[in-house]
């Protein structure tokens, strides 16, 4: 059963401008997350950082909480075995997500200067 959606997208070049501080890294991305987007080329870096983050959006727009409902760093998009995107919560979403009982998709997508992430919350309730 379908428990909540969202979807949010970023300006590329607006998180280009963002990555080059190391206090916005720490603040939203989580270590597996940050290792992932060092390992990138700096063209795909901007792009990929600016699809998690709006991954981060969209999975608090999904819980309805809004921002500042969890740190936007336990929210990580990461990339499972087959390229394909998939959240990892730690932290307080994680505790969120176990207490109700969620599993969380997430499909992501850029092109023409924007990223796209669009977030799926279900329950095994039928």
Request: proline fraction near 2%.
């Amino acid at each position: 059963m379908i428990a909540g959606v969202g979807v949010d997208m970023v300006c590329i070049q607006r998180m280009e401008k963002s990555l080059c501080s190391e206090a916005f890294w720490q603040r939203v991305f989580g270590e597996e997350e940050r290792a992932f987007l060092e390992a990138l080329s700096p063209a795909k870096r901007a792009a990929s950082a600016a699809a998690n983050f709006a991954a981060k959006e969209a999975f608090l727009k999904a819980c309805g909480v809004g921002l500042g409902g969890f740190a936007l760093a336990d929210i990580q998009a990461l990339r499972g075995e087959k390229g394909a995107p998939c959240y990892r919560l730690c932290g307080a979403a994680a505790a969120f997500a176990k207490e109700k009982g969620l599993r969380a998709s997430l499909s992501l997508s850029h092109e023409g200067g924007l990223a796209i992430a669009f977030a799926v919350l279900e329950t095994a309730q039928g």
